[in-house]
Structure formats: structure tokens, C-alpha cells
């Protein structure tokens, strides 16, 4: 008895441990991202086996399978394809380059069935990875600001004045401001539901702290799509989760002060956000007179984010069902002659959409599937929560994930690739999760 009781504590320390290094892991970078979830997955099929794999499998883990082996079958088909048409592009990046990818691609599957194993059979204390991701962005926010008072951050990365953001731990990578507002939600549910009866007293105080230090990192980091959805999900909790409308004002008070104070007496802030009026309103004007054709210099940015989206058509109708393969939209972009390529536009790795970029790759196929597997999880946990009587109600554990979620896959914004190793850890770490604390409330017979 002793001993199986040592195996189940060190089990539950180990697995909590690897999934709360996760957060810190994408601050290291790639490699420390995908060494840990090779840990994870081999720990978990060394000390599991099979019964990972021997589960009842409902209807979203069904269809996000198909979605998987899609990604394998077009791969290996646009491999063939390229291979016979385009021999000297086969010739330098290797004749099954899309199937290698697409293979390796199976890793987020596997991840996906392990950390649902783990959180069904409680063998997480979720608990930890909260503490962590708060950490983690708490630090972040503080390194960012270091950074914007000092011109170096505390590894000794120096601000590049070239541009409107700031790296801060991350170094040349700009991605602060997205790192802040993916993890930093997790910090203002630390305290109210693991140290409750110890700090929470100090709720009153050391949330609004903590509000202004990431909410000030997050301005400063300069990227402006996370600073809305960071805005928007804050929004959504006050909607929906009534123990926080009494904070409504308080908080729109809090960030009014925050951002026009930082508007006022930092110049790059002011100057981001004055650009980004700007392109808003040019690129609004360009697409109501239909002159995206004869834009001047001065609209030039902003047809250059247009184009980026409207880039995804070309490659599309090439491949419209099952796509072109994973990492092959820049080849599909140029090469045929698009109207897009008229313009001197020239093409990105992607079309910094989500859903236009699943749609190039895994075609209308890959977008229905993954579409589905979307709308089953908001239904299942979202509407399940706030619309209905379920026993999920009462679990607070899976607010933050929901609406990280929600954020995540909010179809009408600019994201990074679907695809790449931050992204794709990112939403097959959130989307297990959901759907692991989902299941344990709901019974058994209602399958997901």
C-alpha cells in the first residue's frame, strides 16, 4: 500500500512538474519546447503503455484523429505532386519534406491524448501549472518594462530602436506582448482559488498590482493585437462570470489610467498606437473604394496586411480540398502568376491567418474538420458553463482556459502560423486541458 502510494505522489509531482515547466519552456524557446513535450510523451508511454490508447474515443477525439491523418495524406500527395512537377524545388528541400513534416506534425496528437489521460485520471495537480504561467508573464511584464526604462532587459538583450516592440527575455523575437496575454490570465485566479484561505486577504491589493504591471508590459511590448484580445477576454470574464461584474468599473478606471498615462509620456507607445489608428482607417478607406490597386506610399503599409490575408486565395484554389500541405504555402504562392504577385506583393511564409492558413494547407476538408473540433469544444465547456445546469458550472478551475481559448482561435485576427512549434504547443496544451476538466464533470454517457 505504502509503496503504491509513493508511486501515485511521484507520478502526480512528475507529470505536474513537466506541464508546469511548459510556461517557462517558451520562454527558453523551440527546442526547450520540444524537448519537454518529447519527455512528457515518452515518461507518459513508459510509465502508461496502452492505456493511453485504450479509452472510449467520443466524437471530437474521432474527428480531430481524422484531422491528423489529413495533414499525413496531403502531405505525402502534395510531395508526390511537387515531386513530378517541380523537380529542381524537390531537389533542394528533399523529395518528402512535407510528409517528414506532417509525421513529426502526429507529436501534438500524441500530446493531446496524454495531458486528456493525465487530467481525467487526476494524475496533474493543475494547480502548479497556474502558479507557473502566472510566474512566468508576471516576469515577462517586469522584464519588459526593465527593458523600456533601461534600453536592456535583464539578460542583457538590448531594446532594437528600429522598431515599435520589444523583446524583452525573448530577445529578437518580438513576441512579448503574445506570450503576456496567453499566459497571464492564469494570475488573477492564483489567489482566489489555491490560497483562498491563506492570502486571500490580499486579493484586494495585489490583484490591481498585478493588473497594472502586466497590463503596462503588455502596452509596452508594443504588439497591439494581444493588448485587444488581452482587453477582450478581461471583457468576456466580466460578462460572464458574475463574481467579477462588481470589478467592472474599477477595472476599465485601471486600464483608461494605465494606457493614457503611457500614452502621454512614452513616445514610441503614442506612436504605435497612432500608426495603428492610421492603418486601421487607411486600409477601412482602401477596401470600401476598391482602389487596393492604386494605393500611394502612404497606404502602403497597410495594403501590405491586406495582401497578406487576401494571399491565401491563390494558393487555395490550387489545392481547394485537400490543401497544399503543411510549410508549402509559400511555394504555392508563387507558383503561378496571382493577380497578388501583379502588385509586387511578394509572399509571406503564411497568410497570418489561422483559418486561411488551415485552409491552404488542409483545404476545405481540414477546415471543416478543424471547425468542428472548435465549435464541440466552446459548446461542450462555454456554453455548457454559462447556459446550461451542468456540473461544469461549478468548476472554476476551467475559466481561464476557456477563454484563453476563445482568444486563441478568435477567427478575425493576425496570428503566426498554425502550424509552428509555439503555436501549435500552445492550443494542443489549452485544448486537452478543456476537454479533460470537461469530462470529469460531465458523465460518461454524454459524448464529446
Not at 53 to 75: C, E, R
Request: proline share 2%.
Amino acid at each position: 500500500m505504502t509503496l503504491f502510494s509513493n508511486r501515485s505522489i511521484f507520478l502526480n509531482n512528475y507529470f505536474s512538474f513537466l506541464l508546469a515547466f511548459l510556461p517557462i519552456s517558451f520562454i527558453a524557446g523551440n527546442l526547450i519546447i520540444n524537448l519537454n513535450i518529447i519527455i512528457l510523451i515518452l515518461s507518459a508511454l513508459y510509465l502508461f503503455g496502452k492505456d493511453i490508447f485504450i479509452i472510449k474515443y467520443y466524437f471530437l477525439d474521432k474527428i480531430l484523429i481524422s484531422f491528423f491523418f489529413l495533414i499525413l495524406i496531403t502531405g505525402f500527395y502534395n510531395d508526390i505532386s511537387i515531386g513530378i512537377d517541380h523537380r529542381d524545388f524537390s531537389d533542394i528541400r528533399g523529395y518528402f519534406y512535407t510528409t517528414i513534416k506532417s509525421i513529426l506534425f502526429f507529436k501534438y496528437l500524441l500530446m493531446y491524448l496524454i495531458i486528456k489521460f493525465l487530467i481525467e485520471r487526476e494524475i496533474i495537480n493543475i494547480k502548479y501549472f497556474f502558479i507557473s504561467s502566472a510566474l512566468a508573464s508576471i516576469f515577462v511584464s517586469c522584464d519588459i518594462i526593465f527593458q523600456s526604462i533601461n534600453g536592456k532587459d535583464i539578460f542583457g538583450f538590448e531594446a532594437n530602436m528600429s522598431t515599435r516592440k520589444l523583446g524583452g527575455p525573448f530577445g529578437d523575437e518580438l513576441i512579448a506582448g503574445s506570450y503576456i496575454q496567453r499566459f497571464s490570465l492564469f494570475t488573477f485566479f492564483v489567489l482566489p482559488l489555491f490560497f483562498k484561505n491563506n492570502l486571500n486577504k490580499f486579493s484586494f491589493f495585489l490583484i490591481p498590482i498585478l493588473l497594472v504591471i502586466i497590463f503596462t508590459g503588455l502596452i509596452l511590448s508594443g504588439n497591439r493585437m494581444p493588448l485587444i484580445l488581452f482587453m477582450f477576454i478581461l471583457f468576456l470574464i466580466v460578462i460572464f462570470q458574475k463574481q467579477t461584474r462588481k470589478f467592472i468599473l474599477p477595472f476599465l478606471f485601471a486600464i483608461s489610467l494605465i494606457f493614457f498615462s503611457l500614452f502621454k509620456l512614452n513616445e514610441n507607445v503614442k506612436n504605435n498606437f497612432i500608426n495603428f489608428y492610421k492603418q486601421i482607417s487607411k486600409m477601412t478607406v482602401l477596401i470600401k473604394s476598391n482602389s487596393l490597386g492604386e494605393q500611394n506610399t502612404s497606404q502602403q503599409e497597410s495594403f501590405k496586411y491586406y495582401k497578406e490575408f487576401q494571399s491565401f486565395y491563390g494558393p487555395w484554389s490550387s489545392n481547394k480540398f485537400i490543401g497544399g500541405g503543411i510549410k508549402n504555402f509559400r511555394y504555392y504562392c508563387h507558383s503561378k502568376d496571382y493577380k497578388i504577385n501583379q502588385t509586387g506583393f511578394v509572399c509571406n511564409m503564411h497568410p497570418h491567418n489561422y483559418y486561411l492558413e488551415i485552409l491552404t494547407e488542409t483545404g476545405l476538408i481540414g477546415f471543416l474538420i478543424i471547425s468542428i473540433v472548435f465549435l464541440q469544444t466552446l459548446y461542450y465547456s462555454f456554453f455548457k458553463k454559462y447556459f446550461t445546469t451542468s456540473n461544469i458550472r461549478i468548476n472554476n478551475l476551467i475559466i481561464p482556459f476557456i477563454f484563453l481559448f476563445i482568444a486563441e482561435i478568435f477567427p478575425i485576427k493576425s496570428t503566426g502560423s498554425f502550424f509552428t512549434t509555439g503555436n501549435a504547443t500552445y492550443l494542443f496544451l489549452i485544448l486537452p486541458i478543456i476537454i479533460g476538466l470537461v469530462r470529469k464533470d460531465i458523465s460518461i454517457e454524454k459524448k464529446i
